[in-house]
Structures are given as C-alpha cells and as structure tokens.
DNA sequence: CGGCAACTCTACATCGTTGTAGAAGGCGCG
DNA sequence: CGCGCCTTCTACAACGATGTAGAGTTGCCG
C-alpha cells in the first residue's frame, strides 16, 4: 500500500510536489495546523502515507530549537537500582513525548564533571543528573545553563531542582525498625569516611539518631566503610565485621546490593538471618523480593522519583514560569518488611 | 578566563568575527582541516574558548545526514540480563563516538514493531534490537532500510545483521553439566508453547537433545512453561513443578531470572539445593554470584555481544563495504559453575 | 453593499553547519 | 618568466524543516 522508500529521504518537497500544495501547508498538516481544508489534509495525508514520508528530526530540531531528548547521567545501569531508575524514567519520559540517551558516569568525579559540560548536552534539551562523587568542591560546575534536575540530597546548595528522598528520616526508620526487633548491636555497610554531605553519611546520621533516641550509644566498631556500593563491598565489608570479632545481631546495609552481599557471606558462614543477624537493606530493588531470605527494605518510591523529576525538567525545558526558584522534592519512603528482619512471617504467599 | 555565555547561543559566526575570520575558516579549525597557519588556528580557537563556543549538533547533523546516535531496544531494563547488556552496550558505543538511546519495548509485539518504523529512528544513525515477541509473520517488518543488528538466533532469516550465542548448543552444555552431576530428573523452566523460533525453543531444543545423546526420553511433565521470564514467573512455575507431585533432581531455568525465582521457592519449602535439587540458570547476570547458594549458569560472552554489535553496526551506518552480505555472529559462552550444582565446593574465595 | 473578521494557503527567510568551487598568494622548476 | 602546484582562506549554496507576513477567499453584520 506505500510506495515507502525511505533509504534516499522523501522531503516534504517531494510530499508537497504530490499533493499539490506548498511545502508549508505539508508542515501545517504534519503539525495538526488547524486552518486547513479537510479536503487538502486528506490528499496531503495521503501522499505522505504513500511516500512512507516521515519528518527530519534533525532539521525540525534545528529550526524549533529543542531536540525533544532528554539526558540521564547514573552511575551504571548494571547497579539494579539505577537500571530500575533508568526504566522508570524512561517510562516518564515517553509518557511525554521524550526520548532518554543514557550517559554512564562509572561513578567517576571527572566523568560526572564531564556530563556536566559535555558535548553531548547539545543533543538534548535537559539532564536528569544522579552524581555520585561530587562534592562541595565542585557546587561551582553545576551552575549550568541548561534545564537540570538533580537526584539525590541537595548537598551543595547547587542551583538546580531536586529530587530526593529524606535519606535521614528513612535511615532512622530502618534502624528503628531493628530496634524494634529488640536489636541492639546493629552494624552499619557502607560508610564513607569523612564524608559529610553524601547519601552515605545522611544515611548514617539517620542510623545514629535512631540509636541515639533510644538512648543507645553507636559504636565505632560497628560502622563498616565501603567505598563502592557493590555486592562484592557489601559482602568483604561484612567478612571485615565478623573477623573483627566485635558482637553483632543485625546489619543495615546502606543500600540492598550491600545487604545482599552481606547476606551472601552470612550464608556461607551458616549464620542464621535473621535468628542471629537480622539484615535490612535500603533501595527495594526486585532482586530483595526473590533472595533468600527476602531482604527486608526501604523502598525509596522510585516511580515518584521519576516522574517528579521528569515533571520538574519539562517544567524548565518549557519555561513554563521562568524565574521559577529551584525546588527540592522530597519523596515519600517506606520500610518493606521481609524475612530477613521478621523470618518467615515476612514471607509473601 | 571564558566569557561563556551558553544560554543564548553562540554560532560560528560570532566566533568568526570575533577571530577576524570567515566562518568556514570556524569550521574548518573545529573540523581539524589540516591548511590553516598555525596562526590563524590560534585565533579561532582563542575566539572560541572566550565565547565558549560549542557546535550546534542539530545543525551538523542536518549538513551531515549523521547524529551519531545509535538506538537500542530491548525489553526492560529492569530485567537485569539487559541492564548489564545496556551497560555494555554504552561503553562500546562511548569508545567509538557514539552515543545510546534506549528504547524499552516491555516485551510488547506491537512495541517492538514500532521500534522498526518509529519516528525515533530519524534521531538514530542506526540500531541494535533484541526483540522477544516478534515472530515468523513479522519477517517482513524486519525489511528495513537503516543500519540494524539484531541480537539473538537469526530466527527470521531477517535481512539483518546478527550477533547471538549459540542458544541450542550452550542449553546442551548447561543440560549436559546437570547430567554429569548425576541428574536424570531434570524439569525446565520457562519453555514457550508452540514456539519454534525463539530462545526458548532453541533452549528447550538443546535440553532435549543432551537428554537423548544421554539415551534418556524427555518427559513432557518436567517442562515448565513461562511467558515472561522473570522472577516471578519462574517462582510460580517451580511452584507449580513441585506441587505436580512430579520427580524433580535438577531444574534447568532458561534465565537467571526463572532459577533465581525457583531458587527461591525451594528455600522456602526447605528443599535443599544442590542435595535435592540442582539448579542451573542462564545469562550470567551479576546476581548470580550473590544468590544463596550461588547460581551455575551459562555466561554467554556480554562484552563480545555488545562490541560486535557495535562494530557491525558501524560498519553497516559508515557503508564499510556497501553490499556486503549480512553476517551471523556466534558468540562464545561458558559454563559457570556455583553452588547451586556443585553444592559448597562451588563456592568462591 | 462595504467592511471586517475568519479562514486557507503560499512565498520567503531562517535555524547553524558543512561541501563545493574557486580566489589569492607563494614557491619551485624548466 | 610563466606555468603549475601547494597552501590558505572565502563566498555561496545547500541540508529540511518552521515562523512570519501576507495574499486571496468567504461569510457575516450593520
């Protein structure tokens, strides 16, 4: 039924030369201009559907000025919780038109810089930005001149909106829920060391309240370090916590891939979870559904997540209120109860 | 040091007056065009870091009929096997200058035929699509006329490109390592009714003949059909396995996804794995590694998948060699083994 | 019936870049 | 000296779409 041959590119000339009209009333029907004849839409439409016409991007791009792309910077897409994000986000994005490129930091302070002022923020018309490694050295690279949305605590005062989750509130929850359980020696993964504005250390000043408001004292010996939020840290972390010897009956894991790490080692050495060690992780990635035992964690609302922080970005593409002041959007969290905190009575049918 | 003003663009031409220069001249500097003195170079290039110029990639791209994007469709990217897959994917695109946009077609046949005709692909140089619902009566679809690799068995005779591992002869392996151990009741997760095609035809199909080289006859009871193959399908299948009342000794998933929701439902019944039950998975996801127990499974070579596709695909946008036959691509792949068939020796460091 | 508004469509300039063609100057060589 | 060749740079016309301005038509109202 179409004469489609889109290899060599039919042009709106070509459709215009076909129906017999100019080539601004193709773009006029392309575009759903109102002031058109039915009669004239129809053989515009018709010639387009014969010629298999479809328009530049490439060209409208460049005379509209927007690409209709939106970026989105993560560390990688093999950390299930940024692949999760990245889905969502995607979803959100299509939703409203957008096309997402992905653009992978490694968690590398200079690639995240680099996402920053890259040649690639030309291609498309705002960034959703997840950093890592920046710090508040580097609050001067985000005043960028092009819509942006940061995930994660405003930590630099950067000029930009925000979405995050209260990393505080949900830690201390966590902990509490622990303590609940009547634990009381609860080790931490993942800190990071003097760091003071990350999630790592928000986490952790959540984890510290709690303790603090159930007028335990935290011991140093129990905060493990874990540089990279991987399973693989999560679980050397964890073997680093045992050998230490020092008394332990429960493990917060700043993240599910640390939980699970620690999970693993907790397996292998044949220590009951959560008889012995209760464990609880922090992301509700699928995976914390479907180990053994289930994790029990907290799920940060990743789809409010996403699509406020799609919603924010179109906002500023769109002008929609130019002087608008940057917001931060904090999301709600909840604490997933599972096995690895509540034993077989967490199981799910 | 820069006056950057990004905000209101700035084009070769002010950087030309700037530089004194025309604005080919511009061009010509960015472009690297080797006859320009040295000291007219500087000068553009002065002009340019003062202005903070940068080019216009949608203009370049009209001029040049090139974006320099690549598309890449897959399922979800929540499913771990593409997260990693998309990982990679990027990271060899990024080596050779390109940049990767995702497309999620959630598995849906309708979405995947858009993928094919979608406005998106004018954004596109060309794409890498891994389809899982087409069948034989979409081969037409798969006529397109721009750069496209498949991944996956060549299971169309599609005009295309294609990387795939070999699916018939690494389910053989994986049915093979089961048999070593001593299995003979050995159930399969994830099978497709009725198709002949896919993976899980080509999957079952190796299954089928490792078991008849092993002189044992295929027992219809023990393939467990799934449609989707994610956790949750393949916890339900093993449920339905088990509650079968049919002799199980070795689950064979056809994902990592589907042993890894049978893994699951076992350690719920206190079914010990490997004692009364091995398990083996397929694809290698990060996962695997950390499970309780540990996952065998079939690693089918990610790296060499994605950079091959890269590179043909590559290949195919830049016209290498303009009639070039389309090429069928077997990757490598290797029995990993874990403890879920090699019980606690499988265990690593 | 004149005038004004609402339609319908068109010509042209323009978005920012790069390819083509060629101008202008210098140099070497016969 | 004159020719050709290399070097350096420029003018101009594209790429394919859309915004602007405005030319014709209708139709309605007073």
């Not at 050998?243 to 917060?252: K, N, Q, T």
């Not at 050495?269 to 994790?295: N, W």
């Amino acid at each position: 039924m179409s004469t489609a041959k889109r290899g060599s590119a039919v042009t709106m000339h070509e459709v215009a030369a076909r129906a017999g009209v100019s080539i601004k009333t193709v773009s006029n029907v392309v575009n759903g201009y109102q002031y058109i004849r039915p009669a004239t839409k129809e053989r515009v439409e018709a010639a387009i559907a014969d010629l298999g016409y479809q328009v530049n991007i490439s060209a409208r791009n460049l005379r509209r000025g927007r690409t209709g792309i939106i970026g989105l910077a993560v560390p990688e897409l093999s950390l299930p919780y940024f692949a999760e994000l990245a889905d969502s986000v995607i979803r959100a994005a299509e939703a409203r038109g957008l096309t997402v490129l992905i653009e992978q930091t490694g968690s590398v302070r200079e690639r995240e810089l680099d996402v920053l002022s890259g040649q690639r923020r030309h291609l498309t018309d705002g960034l959703i930005f997840s950093p890592l490694e920046l710090g508040p050295q580097d609050a001067e690279a985000l005043h960028v001149d092009f819509p942006m949305v940061l995930l994660g605590e405003r930590i630099f005062g950067g000029p930009a909106d925000h979405v995050t989750m209260n990393n505080v509130e949900a830690a201390r929850a966590a902990t509490q829920h622990l303590l609940d359980l009547g634990r009381r020696r609860i080790a931490v993964i993942g800190a990071h060391e003097g760091e003071t504005v990350g999630s790592a250390a928000l986490r952790v000043q959540g984890y510290r309240q709690a303790l603090e408001e159930a007028g335990l004292t935290v011991d140093p010996a129990l905060i493990g370090e874990a540089g990279l939020w991987h399973r693989a840290t999560g679980a050397e972390t964890m073997e680093r916590l045992l050998d230490s010897g020092v008394e332990i009956d429960a493990v917060f894991g700043l993240n599910d891939a640390l939980a699970l790490g620690a999970l693993h080692v907790l397996h292998a050495r044949r220590i009951d979870v959560p008889g012995q060690i209760a464990v609880i992780g922090f992301d509700d990635i699928e995976e914390t559904a479907y180990s053994s035992p289930t994790l029990t964690t907290v799920a940060p609302g990743r789809e409010q997540i996403a699509t406020t922080a799609v919603d924010l970005l179109l906002a500023r593409i769109e002008e929609v209120e130019p002087g608008r002041p940057f917001v931060q959007v904090i999301t709600d969290f909840e604490i997933v109860g599972r096995e690895s905190t509540l034993g077989e009575q967490g199981t799910a049918g």
